[in-house]
């Protein structure tokens, strides 16, 4: 079905993996057009409640592909860059939540692929970093604006102005990563926390995803009435019925998404 990744489901999750281990997973047209394409998938499947994202081989992406884009014009550049954005913005704003499985470099685009990730759990041998400035141009693919907002602009300034490459520990203390765990704990980990979300209610889950990715650059106002509107059209579904209903029976609740 696809040429550079794998896509699967299994007990409600969808499997979503880079597979150009030749290439360490680099970023080319090929692979986000088709992550383009899996997300769409996933957003679509009513099977499908959680993602988890990773890397084949001992890369999560290493990158953009250089060989790719060593020739680009500045109008080249501007289209894939473009292009870039378009995946990277659907996968932020998919309706269900994704997990990025972050067991290896995760360099470049492959730092920016996480960043548009709701949660990241990193393996300890994992290593993040936008080093685009030492081969003379900038981070194309949202990293000048979703690292500031991850990490804070000063760091977000220091680590896309040196080019450091930094360990998973580092990525978890300044919040790039949510957790780091030992390497054959991460997909265990995902999957277990893949579990915990879909044991809610997914409409309430998509809800305040929603809630929480556009009200975050909005004024405050804006925001507390876009939550507001948004835990009153909460009340219209069955799950918030049964939710309450099994919360006053002391009862584990069942949803259905509906």
């Known amino acids: 079905m696809y040429e550079t990744l794998k896509y699967e489901v299994k007990e409600g999750i969808a499997y979503i993996t880079v597979s150009r281990p030749e290439a360490l997973n680099a970023l080319n047209s090929k692979v986000i057009e088709e992550l383009y394409e899996a997300f769409a998938a996933f957003d679509a499947d009513a099977d499908a409640m959680v993602a988890i994202l990773t890397g084949d081989g001992r890369s999560f992406v290493a990158g953009a592909d250089i060989a790719e884009m060593a020739n680009f014009n500045t109008l080249e550049a501007r289209e894939f860059a ?45 290593k993040f970093g936008q080093p685009e400035v030492g081969l003379g ?31 998973a520990e580092e990525a ?6 949510e957790k780091v765990v030992e390497p054959d704990e991460l997909m265990p980990t995902c999957e277990a926390l893949a579990k915990t979300i879909m044991s809610k209610a997914p409409i309430a889950v998509g809800v305040a995803k929603h809630c929480i990715n556009n009200g975050y650059d909005m004024d405050m106002k804006s925001a507390s ?11 219209a579904s069955e799950d918030l019925k049964e939710g309450t209903s099994a919360f006053l029976e002391k009862r584990a609740a069942e949803f259905k998404n509906k």
Do not use: W
């Not at 000048?144 to 450091?164: C, D, S």
């Open 137 to 167: 141009l900038i981070p194309g693919f949202g990293g000048t604006q979703r690292l500031a907002r991850l990490v804070g602009k000063g760091m977000a300034k220091y680590l896309i102005y040196t080019a450091e490459v930094i360990g």
């Open 225 to 235: 009435e876009l939550e507001v509107n948004s835990f009153g059209i909460s009340f």
């Open 82 to 126: 473009k292009r870039g954005h378009r995946t990277m913005n659907f996968i932020e704003n998919v309706s269900k939540p994704v997990i990025a499985a972050v067991n290896g470099f995760a360099l470049g685009g492959g730092c920016e692929l996480s960043m548009a990730c709701d949660i990241r759990i990193a393996s300890a041998k994992a």
């Open 172 to 177: 978890g203390r300044i919040g790039l990563v």
